[in-house]
């Protein structure tokens, strides 16, 4: 099993070679072949997806991501930006189902900036469509705005847009991970203004008649935004387009105390899939040895599970995970009085410590 590993920038490296560190220890054989991404590929070859790189994930079974991005590369003309190593690969590798389960962890019930009694036990799965929207629609850019009151000054325009398909396969994918979990999925739209939206809100209220077994609900995602935090269990697998999927899933993220801790995978039609955590590069930390490599670790495990068919490793993953918490370690960003204070490397040894 051939696994590209890209690190990307900021905390992504220190992140990733922990999660390295403990798939080495599972006593599987996987090929793992690294290459820079992002910041780090136009570094190395100028662009931040390098032809190099985009072919070893193409050929790969899964890939592992770290994270892009770096304020100094805010300047480069967008197509060279490191977000586009992502966008690029998303597209290119067809990932259009991007899972990002936000569940608490009892032992962090104080870590989240809500009251105990609103989070604890929270576990909900956001069904993010990934390659479709407003992110990848066409035509976009600056130009000089054709008429109305405007006419004549320049104006930037995007376009946002769903085909029938994309907008049935991943209800597809919802509705089928509902199935496995509590049987409710919420639609999230804006159908009271937008025209994609009322045609995703149909064509998911079309695929809802193959499963009968699952109860479905429609939300606005203003609405859905204001429900994440007023009473977020509340909430089973939502389901939603690129854009607000963007969105909700960090305001989801945080209720559980720390985007540090929550996985995700992107996957195909195939179940091929890049994995990487639910945050960002944090460059103001990078280098430090403080990050947090829980969301990395666990998307290894999301790995094992979803493209390598390999769910008992993910459980062993998993389990390691819960018994360092339990033990107390944390990193800053989920450090509590009365617990342990460890750094990144610290926290990768406990877990790989931890399997059983
Ligand atoms: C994410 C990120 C990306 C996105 C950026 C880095 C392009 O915010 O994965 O959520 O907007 O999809
Ligand atoms: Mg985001």
Request: glycine share 8%.
């Amino acid at each position: 099993m051939k696994i590209a590993i890209l690190p990307g920038d900021g905390i992504g490296p220190e992140i990733v070679a922990q999660a390295v560190k403990v798939l080495n220890a599972l006593g599987e054989t996987f090929e793992m072949e690294m290459a820079p991404v992002g910041g780090a590929g136009y570094e190395a070859h100028g662009h931040p997806l390098p032809e190099a790189t985009l072919k070893l994930a193409l050929d790969a079974d899964a890939v592992l991501f770290g994270a892009v991005g770096d304020w100094k590369y805010d300047t480069l003309e967008r197509a060279l930006r490191p977000e586009q190593a992502i966008l690029g690969l998303r597209k290119s590798l067809n990932l259009f189902a991007n899972l990002r389960p936000a569940i608490l962890y009892p032992e962090l019930a104080g870590a989240s900036t809500l009251k105990p009694e609103v989070v604890s036990g929270l576990d909900i799965l956001i069904v993010r469509e990934l390659t479709g929207d407003i992110y990848f629609g066409q035509p976009r850019g600056v130009r000089v705005c054709p008429d109305g009151p405007f006419k004549g000054e320049r104006e930037g325009y995007d376009t946002m847009r769903y085909a029938e398909t994309e907008i049935r396969r991943i209800a597809h994918v919802a509705f089928q991970a509902a199935r496995k979990r509590g049987k409710r999925l919420t639609s999230v739209d804006k159908a009271n203004v937008l025209e994609t939206f009322q045609f995703w809100k149909d064509i998911v209220t079309d695929v809802h008649q193959e499963y009968p077994d699952v109860a479905l609900d429609h939300m606005y995602v203003d609405n859905a935004a204001m429900q994440l935090v007023r009473a977020p269990k509340k909430f089973d697998v939502i389901v939603t387009g690129n854009m607000f999927g963007d969105i909700l899933s960090d305001a989801a993220a945080m209720l559980t105390g720390s985007i540090g801790m929550l996985p995700s995978a992107s996957l195909d039609a195939n179940n091929k899939g890049l994995y990487e955590p639910s945050h960002g590069s944090a460059p103001d930390i990078a280098g430090k040895g403080i990050a947090n490599p829980l969301a990395t670790i666990l998307s290894a495990a999301m790995m094992l599970r979803y493209s390598l068919d390999k769910a008992e490793q993910a459980d062993r993953i998993e389990s390691a995970v819960k018994k360092v918490l339990a033990q107390g370690l944390r990193t800053p960003d989920i450090y509590e009085a009365g617990t342990t204070k460890v750094g990144t490397a610290e926290m990768g040894q406990a877990v790989l410590n931890a399997l059983l």
